[in-house]
């Protein structure tokens, strides 16, 4: 029910900055825990970052640490993925995904997002 829709991606030289944003229509994301991940050519899906439905519990993977900040606007059903100092290693297609939970896992694995946006792509590349 539940729907995710990616925005913000595109090309950008090493050092560049995006901000990605997710809207979420058929429920609100009050209760919702919201994060993203991030695929790289033949690479697995990877955990970036997520905030719990309070905001008090967010995580981030060690690589994006410092750089990458992700917040939320329920009033807005929105959240978002600031992304500073980027490198070709953060080149990848971009998901916004939620659980219904509300939780934030220390280790941002695929369990237990159950709601995925269809991805926006990010190359970083001079």
């Known amino acids: 029910q539940l729907q995710l829709v990616e925005s913000g991606g595109g090309l950008v030289q090493p050092g560049g900055s995006l901000t990605l944003s997710c809207a979420a229509s058929g429920s609100t994301l009050d209760y919702y825990g919201i994060g993203w991940f991030r695929q790289a050519p033949g690479k697995e899906r990877e955990g970036v970052s997520c905030?719990?439905?309070?905001?008090?519990?967010?995580n981030y993977a060690d690589s994006v640490k410092g750089r990458f900040t992700i917040s939320r606007d329920n009033a807005k059903n929105t959240f978002f993925l600031q992304m500073n100092s980027l490198n070709p290693e953060d080149t990848g297609v971009y998901y916004c995904v939620a659980e219904y939970l509300g939780v934030c896992p220390r280790r941002i694995g695929i369990q237990p997002f159950d709601s995925w946006g269809q991805g926006t792509r990010v190359t970083v590349s001079s």
């Open positions: 905030i719990s439905s309070s905001g008090s519990s967010t």
